[in-house]
């Protein structure tokens, strides 16, 4: 460093000191090799349904007929089913019978509001 001027050299100097303080926070200062190394994600809670059911309670409405049965039912093909079990019904509640003879069926009840 014989021909460089003295001004330079404290440049020099005060730069390779400054740049050695800021050696041991180069480990802070630096990335991560994945931005998402150290997160993990909280796992979502699970919310509590309850279901109500109040069969006590008198509606306002009744629903009857063939439609409104199997909505009910758990698997509607019973409903055809000559060896369905008899807690599925008969399929005399969904019949229309004649008020002037009640032995003879009128016809089939598809839908029908009862209130």
Known sequence: MQGISPRFQMFFLSVALAA???MPMRS???QQESPDAGFIAPKPKK????????LGAPSAYDTQGIVAQAFK?????????PLAPKRDGDGHDDIA???????KPKGIIFFG???
């Open 73 to 81: 039912m758990k698997n509607p093909l019973q409903m055809v089913s």
């Open 47 to 54: 919310a509590k349904v309850e279901q109500k059911t109040d």
């Open 113 to 115: 509001v009862q209130w």
């Open 97 to 103: 019978w004649d008020p002037d003879n009640p032995e």
């Open 28 to 30: 802070l200062l630096a």
């Open 20 to 22: 050695m303080a800021f």
